[in-house]
Structures are given as C-alpha cells and as structure tokens.
C-alpha cells in the first residue's frame, strides 16, 4: 500500500513549509512510524537541513530525475536514509533535491506532466507509513504535481496577513483545481500556524484570531511558536535533540503533539 501522502504548502514564502516538514516527520519517526521526507523544492532546504548535500563529484540520484524519467516507480532509486545521528532516524528516509529540479519547470506545458510525480512514486512509496511532500512557495508546476500525487494538503501560514492570504489562496485553489489536476480525492486536512512569538504580541494574536475564524476547525493544535533552537537545528542540519539553543524542549515538545494531530486528522492513505 502507498504511504499516506501530506503535501505540506503555502504560495507565501518563509512561512515554515520547510520546517513544519522535517520536524512533523522527526516526531511522527519518534513515534515508530517509518516517514519519507520528499524534498519537492529546488531550494532543497529540506534535503539540507537532514544532512543531505549534493556532490557534483559523485552524481546523486534526486527527485528531479526520477520526475523526468516519466516511468511508474521511478523514485524507488532516489530514497537515501537521513544522515541524523538520533535513532529514530532510522526510520527516516529522505527524497532529496537540489537546484536541477528548476529544470522540471521547463515542462509544464506538456500535456499530462502535472501527474509524473504521482507516476514516479507509484509503488515506491510502500516501505512507508507516511510521506510528507515540501512544496516551494509556489502553486505553479511542481505543487501542482505534488497535488496530483498526495492523498491530503496541509496548509502552513504564519499569523501575518500576506501569508494568510496565501493560505486562502491554496484552499482555493485546491477546491477550484483538484478536478483539473486528476484527483478528486484530494483533501485539504489542516493549516499549522508557525513561528508565532511566544509573548503573545497583539497584533499575531488578532492575526491568529482571524485565522481561526477563517478556516475554523481545520486549524491543527499546537500552535507552533518562534524558538531560536528551531533556526539553529536548521543552521546545523541536526535533530532537534542534539541541538543546545533556547527553546530546544518546547519546540520538540510541541512537534510531538502536533505529530498526535496528524495521526487524528489524517485521512486514509488510498
Ligand atoms: N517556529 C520557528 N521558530 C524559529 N524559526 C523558525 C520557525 N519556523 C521557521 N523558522 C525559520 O524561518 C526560516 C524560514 O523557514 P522555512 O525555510 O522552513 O520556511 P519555508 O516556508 O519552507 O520557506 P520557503 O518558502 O523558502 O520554502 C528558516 O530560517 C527557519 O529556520
Ligand atoms: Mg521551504
């Protein structure tokens, strides 16, 4: 059976798609579940932040190549474990990506391209409980294919207006799409709020109070707030375990819950 795809997005950049993914995936790794990490960004922040690095010396597999290939299956040579010296990294298995993947853009126009993703991961995804898909900050081509190939969206915004608003757009556009893009199925599971400043600043809260109203009970608990560990874990490409800076224990802390509202909210992999 496929793993359970969540294709994590938001057309506003820096919301936290990146961040939201990897340690979503950390905590769901901590609770036995085997995850992939599917880096769908060219930025490859994600790949980067578990480790990964690109070596032009030894050419690495990604998925860029596994998209162009256009075969059923195609992204069972790409997985590489990731590289975290924590155990439950065990159980995680990253996709990664690097600036080549700018060069599946070129693509769009041609007619069916938005479903090689779904193509490529077509029985080489069933080593795993779950896939976690980060998207660029971006509706174009390649969400548009991570959307063709995921069985539910999770929306990550900050409590700011024009990343709201970039929410609202994915939500539409997900409705307004989903038809066009050859999944019907597709499911709009959750919004993360992230990085909100843990002093409570009134002008976030009022902002947060906005997105409540807006997408009601589809925002996730907890509410992930502003932790310096978080950037330095991200800096340093480590574990949120392995790594000193203030604010290291509520932020894995409040991952670990939020990994509890994904299993609840999650829908059936397909
Ligand atoms: N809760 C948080 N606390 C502190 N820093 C955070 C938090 N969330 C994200 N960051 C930092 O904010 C920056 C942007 O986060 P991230 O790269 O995950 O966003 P993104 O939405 O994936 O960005 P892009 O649109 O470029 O893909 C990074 O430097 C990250 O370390
Ligand atoms: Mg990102």
């Known amino acids: 059976m496929a793993a359970r795809r969540t294709v994590v997005l938001n057309n506003r950049g820096g919301v936290g798609k990146s961040d939201v993914t990897v340690r979503l995936a950390a905590a769901l790794a901590?609770?036995?579940?085997?995850?992939?990490?599917?880096?769908?960004?060219?930025?490859?922040?994600?790949?980067?932040?578990?480790?990964?690095?690109?070596?032009?010396?030894a050419p690495q597999l990604t998925v860029s190549e596994a998209v162009r290939a256009d075969k059923v299956g195609a992204m069972a040579g790409v997985w590489t474990p990731?590289?975290?010296?924590?155990?439950?990294?065990?159980?995680?298995?990253?996709?990664?990506?690097?600036l080549e993947?700018?060069?599946?853009?070129?693509?769009?126009?041609?007619?069916?391209?938005?479903?090689?993703?779904a193509k490529?991961?077509?029985?080489?995804?069933?080593?795993?409980?779950?896939?976690?898909?980060?998207?660029?900050?971006?509706?174009?081509?390649l969400t548009q294919m991570a959307l063709a190939a995921g069985h539910q969206a999770l929306i990550v915004t900050e409590a700011e207006i024009d990343s709201i608003l970039g929410a609202k757009r994915v939500r539409d556009f997900i409705k307004e799409k989903r038809h066009l893009l050859h999944n019907d199925e597709?499911?709009?599971?959750?919004?993360?709020?992230?990085?909100?400043?843990?002093?409570?600043?009134?002008v976030e809260r009022e902002q947060?109070?906005?997105?409540?109203?807006?997408?009601?009970?589809l925002?996730?608990?907890p509410v992930i707030h502003r932790r310096a560990a978080l950037t330095v874990a991200d800096n340093q490409a480590l574990p949120l375990e392995l790594t000193k800076a203030s604010g290291a224990g509520p932020a894995r802390a409040a991952f670990e819950l939020l990994a509890e509202t994904y299993e609840k909210r999650s829908v059936d992999a397909a």
């Not at 597709?186 to 009134?202: F, Y």
Request: proline share 4%; with cysteine; net charge neutral.
């Open 30 to 57: 901590k609770r036995g579940r085997r995850v992939g990490i599917l880096d769908f960004d060219p930025q490859g922040n994600a790949s980067r932040r578990c480790g990964w690095r690109y070596n032009q010396g």
């Open 101 to 117: 993947l700018e060069n599946r853009m070129a693509e769009a126009g041609v007619q069916g391209n938005h479903l090689r993703l």
């Open 120 to 141: 490529a991961l077509q029985g080489a995804d069933n080593h795993l409980d779950d896939l976690l898909i980060d998207c660029p900050p971006s509706l174009f081509h």
């Open 219 to 221: 925002v996730w608990e």
């Open 208 to 217: 947060l109070a906005s997105i409540r109203r807006i997408f009601g009970d």
């Open 186 to 202: 597709l499911t709009l599971t959750g919004v993360v709020v992230n990085n909100l400043d843990p002093s409570g600043k009134a």
């Open 82 to 98: 990731v590289a975290w010296d924590v155990e439950y990294a065990q159980r995680m298995m990253l996709a990664p990506a690097w």
